[in-house]
Each structure stands twice: as C-alpha cells, then as structure tokens.
C-alpha cells in the first residue's frame, strides 16, 4: 500500500542491482601516474564520451588524484591516499612515512631515497594505483585498463606494471608512452608530424610522431569484434589513428625540482619539506600567469609548526626566470630537443615538416619555457592542449584499434666472428632509431669457425652511444651535469642461444640462416633455415627490446 501522495514508478519495482546494471556504463579506463598528480579518465564503449571519475575521498578534483601515499606510524598497513593526506598536519605529513615525488624513481637504475620514505618508490605507486582501482564506482564496467608510462625507464616501467596488474580481472591492459598518448590528445587530423613536450613533474619528454592517414589516404575504420577470443557485447567503431614515433629524448627532471630551487633560492638555510614545497608550488603557478609583469613581486607565507615562525616566500617572474637559467634548465631543454630532431631526421623528417608542436604537463605554462619553445620551433605554429589531462586523453582514443609504431632506443646486435680480425665483433641486427614492430625479417647467414662445429651460440647485446644528462642531488637540490659520450653495450639476454648443426660444419661453410623480427608487445624473434639441409628452425622467443 503506498503512502499519501507517494506515486508509484517503474522504478519502485527494480532491486537495486537491477538500477545498478541499468546505470552500467561499459568501456575504457585510462589511469595516468604523474609525479604530482595522477589522472583517471573512463570512455564509454557505446557513446564514446571520455570522463574523468570523482574518485572520493582521494580525488582533488573530479579526475584528478594528488599522487602522495601516507603510512600510519600506528597501524601497520594503514594508509591514506591522494586529497585524505591534505587533512593531516605538517608534522605528520613529513617523511619518513609520507611517499610523494615518487613515480621519477620507479624503474630507475640509480634509486635516490632522498627522504627517507618507509615504502619503496615502486610499493608507493602500487598501492596507489590499487586504491585506485578499488575506489572505480561499480556503474563502471571495466573492459580495457590503458596505462601511460615514461620514455627514460619503459621497459621497467612496463615490467613495475604488469606485476601490479597480473590479478586484475580486466580483459585487456596496454600501455602508451606518455608524449605518443599526448599527440593524440591533441586532437590531430591522419598525416599530421607533430613534436610533443612533456613537462611533468618528474620529467622531461620530448617525442617526434607521425598520426597515419591523411595525404589523400582514406581514413579506415578499425571494428573491434573479438577481444582474447571472446565475441564483444558491442561492435566498437573507431577511426584508426597509427601513431609511428620518429625520434624521442628525455629527461628526468620535472617541476619538483623547479619548486626545490625555488626554496633553495629564497631561504638556502631550510630543510625543504612537502608544505614548504606545496607554497613554492603554488608561487610557481602564481608567477605562471599572463597577468602580471616581469617585474610584480608574487608573495605566498607558510607557518613552520616547530617553531609558529612565518617564512615569506617572495619572487617575480624576471628573477624566477634567471634562476631556472641559471640551474641549466634551458641548456638540458635544449640538449633533449636537439637530440630528438636528429633521431626525426634520422627517420626522414625536418623540424620544418611539422604540422605543429604540442606542449602538455604542468610545466607547459610557465611563459619562459614556451617562449623557448616557439622561438626554437618557429615557424612552427604551437598548439596548447589541456596540459594536464591530454595524455590521458589521448591513451583513451589510442586503444581500442589503434596501431603505435614505436623505435627503438638502442640498437640490438649479434655477436660473430670476423675471420679477417680473427676476434667476435658486434653486428648490427636493429639500429638505434628503427621502427617497431617490424615489417619484414632482418636476415643474416652464419658459418662455422671451426672444424665439426656442433653448434653455432648467439649472443646478442644493446648497443649505444650518445651525451647524456645526468641529475645529480646535493643535499636534496637537483643539479644538472652532462656525462660524457661513450659505447654502451648492456648484454641483451643473461643466456646463450644454441642451435645445434646437424650435420656438424666446418670452416668456412655457410650453415644458417636466421631471421629476426619485433613483435607488437615488443618481444624479439629469431627463427631459421639449415642452409644444408633446408630444415626449418622453429621460432625462439630472445627478449623483450624495449
């Protein structure tokens, strides 16, 4: 019996999983781990529209979560996330149980616990991302989970990632480097060869794309029918965009290490911590405004605990700018965009041939970088997306049906032995700036050195060679150092390769041919050909290239 003035509706006779799966909205999840905020974007699979989720009690703003773990000093294994960290005290807030400036140090090789954190830069990202992905409001069907990552560590960035995400009950994960997701975010048309800068808040990244199509070609449409086998519920219609890198550089450097300098320019004598930061952080995007002058002094005062003694933080923009000068920002700017271009003519295109260079990340608004940045690509004409969530943008149009042509960063060879040296030399299989993955087979032909040979070993190795930045920290201050060129040879795979001859060869004969190719996930083949007696060698899984 219904109550006095109560109208009935269809929906009085739903259960609420049924008005649940009414709501259901079934599609793509794009998360984006940033140095200083993280971003979570879904697209719909039957409309199309892109949403970045309200992730409470984490998020700042709807798809924006600040990337910061906090561990209880009094409950082992309780944490606090994201925008819950903001209610905590600045004593509490300080390391060692605070983890933030954390995702420059997942992957890299020469870790620096500059504060001391509990967890490592790797658990911190874990149980963020977790946390995240628990926090998804049911309504949300997740059918593909697409992951940026950084260009300096991909590969164990990519490595971090897939031990995170093993378990998750998601049909599908890929990942997209960080400047390829922000060309697409840009919204460019097929044809288009564009330059991408990335300034976060732990690196620097510049990459040179190409989006296939346009020039007279018909944009084709890409139907996802079958997903690991499986008949989708929905046909998804997509534009195919095959976004094919042509040179990329990078840096770890980002605006942490701006908002440091800054401190450390202003009062030299303190100790930095997160609330000291957060205030020259937000000095920095003061003195980021097309509002004021070179000359206005911005003013931001934060109140120490321990002592209830007010420090002024004061700066105007000229000063700011001679300061990032005078740390090397511009000359490693500088540095990353030289070495790009060559890599993009290396791949045949000119600085000149650019339909337009993209500027993304927190970093892209302060008017000293971009006005570098046109003076050195003009006349190049300069686009300005939304900095902060272009990439994560873009990683939602990248998948699903889109087809990304990566190169490769260093160059892979194989060692043999040169009967005119009479030693093993490293040769060339894949050279440093080649695209993957590869189109058809390398092909080479190895003999025998020595009489009833039994077998031929493979060794193959990463071959590089070029300047480097390095940074360096000093008493938490990053300084930027260049590191000299010289040959770099890292041992692609920890095993020898055999393949056994049979019949056994002797000097001088040629006993095989190999052929080598780069799969989509990256992963490199090699199978064969017994050049004696045309048996054919099965494939042999050697590595991951990237």
Sequence with gaps: MSHPGYEKTMDDNLSSEEILNSQRKTGTLAIDLGNCTTIVAFQDELNRNIELLDLSPISRIP??????????????GSFLFGQEIQVLTSDLKRSPYLSSDFKRWIGSQKKQ????????????????IKKIWDLIPDIYEIKRLVITAPIETYKPYRKWLYEI????????????????AAAIG??????????????????????????????????PIAQLMRFNGKDLEYETKQVFRGAKVLGKAGLRLGGKDLDKWILNFLHPDLDSNDDLLFACEKLKCKLSSEDISDSTSLTEKITLVETDEIITLRLNRETFEELLCQRGLIKSLKSVLEKTLSRGRAS??????????????????????????????????????????AVAVGALKLTPGTIIKDILHKGISIQCWDPRSLKHIWHPIFLAGQHWPTTKPFEIILGANQIKQRAIELKFALIEQELNHEI???????????????????????????????????????????????????????????????????????????
């Design 472 to 546: 360096i920290y000093t008493n938490g201050i990053p300084t930027i150092q260049d590191s000299c060129s010289e040959l770099k040879i890292e041992e692609f795979n920890n095993n020898y390769v055999t393949i056994n001859l049979d019949p056994n060869g002797m000097p001088g004969e040629d006993c095989l041919k190999l052929m080598f190719t780069i799969a989509e996930d990256g992963t490199l083949f090699v199978e064969g050909i017994d050049l004696r007696t045309n048996k054919h060698i099965s494939q042999i899984t050697l590595g991951y290239i990237n």
């Design 113 to 128: 616990n500059l504060n001391d954190e509990k967890i490592s830069a790797e658990k911190a990202g874990e149980l963020l």
């Design 186 to 219: 840009a919204g460019e048309n097929g044809g288009a060869k564009l330059l991408v800068v990335d300034i976060g808040g732990s690196t620097i990244d510049m990459s040179m794309v190409q989006i296939e199509g346009g020039e007279g070609k018909a944009e």
């Design 63 to 76: 798809g924006e979560v600040p990337s910061l773990v906090w561990q209880n000093p009094k409950l082992n």
């Design 348 to 389: 045949g295109v000119e600085l000149r041939e650019l339909s337009g260079v993209i500027i993304v990340g927190g970093g892209s608004r302060i008017p000293l970088i971009r006005r570098w940045i046109q003076k050195e690509i003009s006349p190049v004409p300069l686009l300005t997306p939304p900095p902060i969530e």
């Design 165 to 180: 995400f093993g378990n998750f009950n998601v049909n599908e994960i890929a990942l997209v480097d960080e400047p390829t």
